[in-house]
């Protein structure tokens, strides 16, 4: 029997997101993205040594900074069905505004937001 080279049901490619606040990201992204936790590994004082979630057909990885791993702001695109709702609920759960969604000159309409752990997030919705 051989081992498959990465989990069932993981894209190849995974971002890993060093963060500070990896559980308050989690929540957020839960509450805005309907994120699913798959696994968490906390060290003794409750951080995240690392955690992975599911966000659609995807899975991203998240830590808290440490010793070895300063956190590091980070830019995502997510599509989503609904950008001016998503938009709203990603400001009422506490990220700040970086660009109102704005239909430009590609099929996208397309908002950003930052949330408290540092990343942000350019969520779009296509609009042919």
């Not at 599911?54 to 069905?81: K, Q, T």
């Not at 505004?97 to 969520?123: L, M, N, S």
């Amino acid at each position: 029997m051989s081992v498959n080279y990465k989990p069932d049901n993981y894209s190849t490619v995974s971002p890993y997101l060093i963060v500070d606040g990896a559980s308050d990201t989690i929540a957020f992204l839960e509450t805005v993205f309907d994120a699913i936790e798959l696994r968490r590994f906390p060290n003794d004082e409750g951080k995240l040594l690392h955690s992975e979630v599911r966000l659609g057909d995807s899975v991203l990885m998240i830590a808290d900074r440490g010793d070895d791993w300063e956190a590091v702001p980070a830019h995502v695109h997510i599509y989503v069905p609904d950008v001016d709702a998503t938009y709203q609920w990603a400001l009422a759960a506490g990220a700040t505004a970086v660009q109102a969604p704005v239909k430009k000159d590609d099929p996208d309409k397309r908002g950003g937001v930052k949330d408290a752990g540092g990343t942000t997030w350019w969520i779009a919705t296509r609009q042919e």
